[in-house]
């Protein structure tokens, strides 16, 4: 039987204290027989003890923090590969090209360090990132792999999917500083984007970071319902849409870096 944490502490705390107790306590006795000498000896034997059974439980409880860490992380990792697989499942299923999903991630992430982002807020980039059109698990094929343009009634419920994806992310505790992604990537600068017509800075940062991301992406890869564009068509877009679609910030910011991203996200191992 495997003994809790808090258990296995307290018991090697009090084995120890014990042994100190009774080994120093007849130590002593047998070694100093002036009574006065005793007291004071006692007090020097009760300040080691203090100091070793304080040392000792630092030391313990820092060992059952980063076990509890390590613990965290592999359970975290294992949610992570979870998502990734159900990624691939819905690339698959909407016809995106090969690694779309984790493109976009590495890409992101690396426009998201050269905004300054660091800790949590990367993140919550890179789930963000990685769950960007969750929401659209609840459309139907024939809106999401349609090839031609989509009709009002399409359109309509084709803007549902950033709120649905976002109620969904609100229900798992780890992956609801990420929803800002998924409910937001489709908003746009000048406020006419959807779903809740934000402007400019009140669209939070780690979706205008993306949105970025998302449109050189979308631009630069086939769609069943377009083919790839020109590299150099698709950089006088993202200029042209600073200001209007784009954060142009974020875009200036992506252009000047754009041979370091681009190798980010065409190269997995980089």
């Known amino acids: ?152 009634d399409e359109t309509r419920l084709m803007r549902t999917h950033p709120h649905i994806g976002y109620d969904m992310l609100q229900r798992i505790d780890f992956l609801r500083g990420a929803s800002a992604i998924p409910y937001s990537h489709h908003e746009r600068w000048d406020g006419t984007g959807y779903p809740q017509g934000l402007e400019g800075e009140d669209i939070p940062l780690a979706a205008r970071i993306f949105s970025v991301v998302d449109v050189w992406d979308a631009l630069s890869f086939p769609r069943v319902y377009k083919p790839a564009w020109p590299e150099p068509d698709v950089l006088s877009y993202l200029k042209g849409a600073a200001g209007s679609q784009l954060d142009p910030r974020l875009v200036q910011l992506f252009l000047d870096n754009y041979a370091l991203l681009k190798t980010l996200a065409l190269n997995p191992t980089t």
């Open 1 to 152: 039987m495997s003994l809790s944490p808090q258990l296995r502490t307290a018991g090697i705390y009090i084995v120890v204290s014990a042994a100190w107790i009774w080994f120093s306590g007849h130590l002593l006795g047998n070694l100093v027989h002036d009574p006065h000498r005793i007291i004071q000896y006692q007090i020097f034997k009760g300040w080691f003890f203090v100091l070793g059974t304080g040392l000792l439980l630092y030391w313990l409880i820092g060992r059952t923090v980063r076990h509890l860490e390590d613990a965290s992380q592999r359970l975290l990792d294992g949610h992570e590969q979870a998502l990734h697989v159900l990624v691939e499942a819905m690339d698959a299923r909407h016809k995106e090209t090969s690694d779309h999903s984790e493109r976009v991630v590495r890409m992101a992430l690396g426009l998201a360090r050269l905004a300054g982002l660091e800790g949590d807020a990367l993140r919550d980039i890179k789930f963000g990132a990685l769950l960007h059109d969750i929401g659209k698990l609840a459309l139907p094929d024939a809106i999401l792999i349609k090839p031609g343009k989509l009709d009002e």
